[in-house]
Structure formats: structure tokens, C-alpha cells
């Protein structure tokens, strides 16, 4: 129904910002919440930041908040993470998902999504 592709990924210093943006194909955009997950060798992957259908909503997880921003943008298909003041604990790979089975809100548990990207490595020096 979707296919999702990250991209943005780099290796920047502390304090640096970046922009992860996730590319969509296939089903529209717009019937689909979105959220943004990372992961780090041997933890779980973490809720990041989640965003409605519309774009009306939108939630982020204590560490994220104040320095990341989640939006959508339906006519390019596109979802984005914008990140700012990186810390090194926000080294990790970021995946990007889209859950087709919530009509409104977003979800923070991985098992509520159905379709996921590939990942984009996010490194942060200190």
C-alpha cells in the first residue's frame, strides 16, 4: 500500500541540527498517521515523535521535546524530523512508519504501525 524511504542521516557535532525527511509512495499520504522511531545496538526501538492523519496532532517523547519538530506535507508525500541542540544520546538509527488503522491521534508503540522505512544512521559527536 506504501513504501517509505529516509533519508537525511549524518554525522554532526553536538549542539548541530538536522532534518530527516521520509519519502512516501503508493497509497496516499493523508489516510495514514506517521511517526518517527530510533534505534541503538541491543535497546529497543523508541518512540521519537508521532503526527495525525491531517497533521493537527502531534506528540514527541520526553527527550525530543523542545528540540524536534515532526510535521507532514500531503502534496509531496513527504514526512519530516526536524532536529535541533542534538545530543549524543540521539545517536541511533531513525526509522520512519505510517499505521493505516487509527483514524485520529497517533500511536507510540511499534506494534501499532504497519509499514516501515529502511532507516537513516543519525550520529551525534560530543
Known amino acids: 500500500q506504501i513504501q517509505l524511504v529516509e533519508s537525511g542521516g549524518a554525522l554532526v557535532q553536538a549542539g548541530g541540527s538536522l532534518r530527516l525527511s521520509c519519502a512516501a509512495s503508493g497509497r496516499t499520504l493523508s489516510v495514514y498517521s506517521m511517526a518517527w522511531f530510533r534505534q541503538v545496538p541491543g535497546k529497543e526501538r523508541e518512540f521519537v515523535a508521532g503526527i495525525s492523519r491531517d497533521g493537527s496532532s502531534t506528540g514527541y517523547t520526553l527527550s525530543a521535546k523542545g528540540r524536534f519538530t515532526i510535521s507532514r506535507d500531503s502534496a509531496k508525500k513527504t514526512l519530516y524530523l526536524q532536529m535541533n541542540n542534538l545530543k549524543p544520546e540521539d545517536t541511533a538509527v531513525f526509522y520512519c512508519?505510517?499505521?493505516?488503522?487509527?483514524?485520529?491521534?497517533?500511536?507510540?508503540?511499534?506494534?501499532?504501525?504497519?509499514?516501515w522505512g529502511q532507516g537513516t544512521q543519525v550520529t551525534v559527536s560530543s
Open positions: 512508519a505510517a499505521d493505516w488503522r487509527r483514524s485520529s491521534g497517533w500511536g507510540a508503540q511499534t506494534y501499532e504501525y504497519d509499514f
